[in-house]
Nanobody
Framework: QVQLVESGGGLVQAGGSLRLSCLAS????????MAWFRQAPGKERDFVAV????????YYADSVKGRFTISRDNAKNTVYLQMNSLKPEDTAVYYC???????????????????WGQGTQVTVSS
């Protein structure tokens, strides 16, 4: 079964850290651009971070730049999001996504991704 499964979310105090994982099954991520998005209640799904097929190119939303780091381990078929210095405004459901477009390009729009995980909740208390 082709799917993405996120884990690692939870409740953390402001200033704390979390590491999200996205395990892919049914396909290998080594040929895909992979990304993280997030969606807060009543808001649209927003881009967070993206990595090209080998991690050589990454891109971040301005709101998380310098605090979050996206990485991937193609051998483990897993993508990670290390989140440091968390703020209450980072509270959202975080989604992992796969793009089947060019693996050498990083994409930031949800429409450019064809496969999504179920999401993992991140709650940051003040």
């Amino acid at each position: 079964q082709v799917q993405l499964v996120e884990s690692g979310g939870g409740l953390v105090q402001a200033g704390g850290s979390l590491r999200l994982s996205c395990l892919a099954s049914g396909f290998t991520i080594s040929s895909n651009t992979m990304a993280w998005f997030r969606q807060a209640p009543g808001k649209e799904r927003d881009f967070v971070a993206v990595t090209s097929w080998n991690g050589g190119t990454t891109y971040y939303a301005d709101s998380v730049k310098g605090r979050f780091t996206i990485s991937r381990d193609n051998a483990k078929n897993t993508v990670y999001l290390q989140m440091n210095s968390l703020k209450p405004e980072d509270t959202a459901v975080y989604y992992c996504a796969r793009s089947q477009r060019s693996q050498y390009v990083v994409y930031r729009r949800p429409v450019e991704y064809d496969l999504w995980g179920q999401g993992t909740q991140v709650t940051v208390s003040s």
